[in-house]
């Protein structure tokens, strides 16, 4: 295999490479850190011996997306506040023509999924990302991550149960979402309490992340009395030269802020039962750079 042949073929297989590492991460940055030293690992490999490249490839991402993991774990010890994923900008429409994949690759890839996974250990969230994200078989992510199958069939009903028993529920139809996305960002940006409190469930939650870095609540609010009054405090004070721009985020519609030309924060929703259950806000500057351009 020449050198052009091993570069379009690791380039076939590096959307799927990055959405495997970003799932297993919730990191853009550290994502692409591994995929780059998965591009090193195949392009020093004896490719004579690699029969399948995919599994060859996404075999090495996960294990290099492990070993990653756990070296974050201990960093985010001293993380400050509520930590989010960094946004991921992930469209499906036309590479995932299958509604229900879409579905099922949008849900994976979502906010709430994402914190949950956090609390996985990094094989038991490997085997989770593999299995549920991607439907490789026991056999095939044993033998990726150099597991007997028994066991990872075990670590796969662990992480499963662990996943189901703390994801919120929510609606994934994203006609709703937006819609009650565009509600919700009107009566915010008016300081519109009652229309507020018209779009949020009484249990509404709303989860800051700044990391130190920004304004932020450090706590998550609980209730729609205390959100609903948060955000119309947020909007008294303003953003100096706002600006809105709807996106498509980690499989749902987002609301990018920018003041000026500079993000200043996204927020994202959960809906169900055509109400507002949880409130997303990323205000790390560090997690919102690459939105500039978005």
Do not use: C
């Amino acid at each position: 295999m020449t050198t052009d042949t091993a570069t379009e073929v690791f380039e076939e297989h590096r959307a799927v490479l990055l959405g495997v590492a970003y799932r297993m991460l919730g990191r853009v940055a550290d994502a692409e850190d591994v995929v780059q030293e998965a591009w090193l690992r195949w392009s020093g490999a004896d490719r004579s011996e690699v029969r399948v490249p995919r599994a060859f490839l996404v075999r090495v991402t996960t294990r290099l997306a492990v070993d990653r993991l756990r070296q974050i774990k201990a960093r985010n010890e001293a993380y400050i506040g509520p930590w989010l994923p960094e946004p991921y900008v992930a469209e499906f429409g036309g590479a995932v023509p299958d509604a229900a994949e879409r579905a099922m690759l949008a849900d994976s890839v979502s906010l709430a999924v994402l914190v949950v996974l956090e609390s996985l250990s990094p094989l038991e969230r490997a085997v989770f990302v593999l299995r549920e994200a991607f439907g490789y078989p026991y056999a095939d992510i044993a033998a990726m991550l150099d597991r007997a199958e028994p066991a990872v069939r075990q670590l796969a009903g662990r992480a499963r149960k662990h996943v189901d028993e703390r994801r919120p529920r929510y609606d994934v139809d994203p006609v709703q979402r937006r819609d009650l996305t565009e509600r919700f960002l009107a009566a915010a940006a008016d300081g519109d309490l009652e229309g507020l409190m018209s779009l949020l469930a009484p249990d509404v939650r709303l989860v800051g992340d700044s990391g130190g870095k920004a304004k932020a609540p450090l706590r998550v609010l609980q209730s729609a009395d205390n959100v609903g009054r948060f955000l119309v405090g947020v909007a008294r004070k303003g953003v100096a030269a706002a600006s809105f721009r709807f996106l498509e985020l980690n499989g749902g519609p987002a609301v990018l802020v920018l003041s000026g030309d500079e993000p200043d924060s996204v927020f994202q929703l959960d809906v169900l039962d055509g109400r507002i259950h949880s409130v997303y806000v990323i205000r790390n500057p560090d997690k919102l750079r690459r939105l500039a351009g978005e």
